[in-house]
């Protein structure tokens, strides 16, 4: 289940916006069908119940958000490190001031590789907004990531 979660970096609101997504019929849980329903949405139409039921295994219950992020937190403890995801970002940032135009990052997300729908660049907005000046901080979007909280 994890995996599914990994493909776009996510800050603690971003999570709560992974969990909505993967819980497809809203009951604010996830369970076998959900993600059965968001591995469809992601092309792979093929997956066996078996593996299904192995992902809902590795809960201690039901998947609410609470049980999700636990999760989810354990997973990230085998991420890649702050500074290779830093790196990442340092590359649409040749200046190094720590924050990249949203406008820019929006264009680059929509059309380059997984490309993201109008929707998705909406609600990663809205999960991680860019400051007043237009800005997504990409520095802190890293501790999020690394670290599961934000800086003080």
Do not use: W
């Not at 490190?81 to 406008?103: M, Y």
């Amino acid at each position: 289940m994890y995996s599914l979660c990994l493909n776009k970096p996510r800050s603690r609101s971003s999570k709560k916006l992974a969990f909505t997504i993967m819980d497809q019929n809203r009951d604010g849980f996830i369970d076998k069908a959900d993600l059965r329903d968001t591995f469809a949405a992601l092309g792979r139409l093929n997956v066996k119940n078996e593996e299904l039921e192995d992902m809902v295994k590795e809960a201690p219950g039901p998947i609410n958000f609470t049980v999700f992020l636990t999760m989810f937190g354990e997973k990230l403890k085998g991420t890649d490190p702050e500074e290779t995801i830093l790196n990442a970002f340092k590359i649409f940032d040749p200046e190094g001031k720590g924050h990249i135009k949203a406008d820019y990052i929006k264009e680059m997300l929509m059309t380059q590789a997984d490309r993201f729908s109008q929707e998705e660049i909406n609600q990663m907005f809205a999960a991680f907004p860019p400051d007043v000046s237009g800005n997504l901080d990409y520095k802190n979007l890293c501790y999020v990531i690394t670290h599961g909280e934000e800086k003080d």
